[in-house]
């Protein structure tokens, strides 16, 4: 069974930063793109930044990229999204996926597994 499970998120305050996490298990997880994905209340899900199963490649969205940063430790079935100068349009549910020999899409139908989520709340 497949499972990605976010941590990380809390309040930070505007100009603060975060780190999340997700850690895979039940997947041989170097096989597998990740992304990272956000949904405010009312909004679409919508992509933030992703990295092949390589790890070398690594795509953001234009909203955030000069503030994130994604990284990947297949020792630890895990990825991880370094947040900084956080805005209060970043609060957002912040979901981790998982794409299968992927390039790290910026299309949700891309992703076979989804993480719960973790709630990042960034206040002004």
């Known amino acids: 069974q497949v499972q990605l499970v976010e941590s990380g998120g809390g309040l930070v305050q505007a100009g603060g930063s975060l780190r999340l996490s997700c850690l895979a298990s039940g997947l041989t997880f170097s096989n597998y793109a990740m992304g990272w994905f956000r949904q405010a209340p009312g909004n679409e899900r919508e992509f933030v930044a992703a990295?092949?199963?390589?790890?070398?490649?690594?795509t953001y969205a234009d909203s955030v990229k000069d503030r994130v940063t994604m990284s990947r430790d297949n020792t630890k079935n895990t990825v991880y999204l370094r947040m900084n100068s956080m805005k209060p349009e970043d609060t957002a549910v912040y979901y981790c996926?998982?794409?299968?020999?992927?390039?790290?899409?910026?299309?949700?139908?891309?992703?076979?597994?989804w993480g719960q989520g973790t709630q990042v709340t960034v206040s002004s």
């Open positions: 996926a998982a794409q299968f020999y992927g390039s790290g899409s910026d299309q949700k139908s891309a992703y076979e597994y």
């Open positions: 990295i092949n199963w390589v790890g070398m490649g690594k």
